[in-house]
């Protein structure tokens, strides 16, 4: 059964105010975590900077030479070839360095979901404004009883809350991934125009 957490009990919002506020507490123990484990370190900040100054590299030499890429020299085809390799390195060493970090954090998020799972069983947390598609309903409307469609459960809002206050933390404290970073390419990177 949900219980009731008094720091909010009064308020007709009180449980939609305590998983967003959970949420924020929790992202800020994940970017202590990351600070710890990761950004701090010697390591990362000298990644980052061989990945900013490689990605800069590479868009200035693509730029320098307005004419078609056929008539681009050899050496300098070259050029931009090793300045590539180098900055694929980076970006995986980068990736294989944030893992221990990712794995320390996830395991913080699961306990959290679980503590909040058990607080908020079956409970209403939130109306939405609208009425979702089926897909969205299925994953806001998780573990309620009822069918009003507008009903939203904790994981829903969760999830919601921890996508957006994390992301917009990680860019309020400067932890967001270097320009040239594999993450900052969006989820659907530009094709490597050699593979054609």
């Not at 030499?61 to 300098?76: A, I």
């Not at 309620?144 to 933390?169: H, V």
Request: glycine share 6%; hydrophobic share 40%; proline share 5%.
């Amino acid at each position: 059964m949900a219980t009731e957490i008094p720091l909010f009990a009064s308020f007709k919002y009180a449980d939609s105010l305590t998983v967003v506020g959970i949420s924020f507490c929790t992202a800020l123990v994940c970017e202590a975590i990351s600070w710890i484990l990761i950004y701090r370190t010697n390591s990362y900040k000298s990644l980052k900077s061989s990945i900013d100054k490689a990605s800069k590299k590479l868009e200035t030499m693509k730029t320098d030479n307005p004419s078609s890429k056929l008539n681009m020299k050899k050496s300098k085809t070259k050029k931009i070839d090793r300045v590539e390799t180098s900055l694929k390195e980076s970006r995986r060493d980068l990736s294989l360095f944030k893992f221990k970090s990712g794995a320390v954090v996830a395991l913080v998020l699961f306990v959290v979901f679980g503590l909040l799972n058990s607080l908020f069983e079956g409970k209403v947390v939130a109306k939405l404004p609208f009425h979702p598609i089926t897909i969205v309903r299925k994953m806001s409307h998780r573990g309620l009883k009822g069918e009003d469609s507008t009903d939203c459960s904790m994981a829903f809002l969760y999830l919601l809350c921890s996508i957006s206050i994390r992301t917009n933390l990680q860019k309020f404290l400067g932890f967001s991934p270097p320009r040239g970073a594999a993450g900052a390419g969006g989820l659907f990177p530009m094709p490597d125009p050699k593979t054609d």
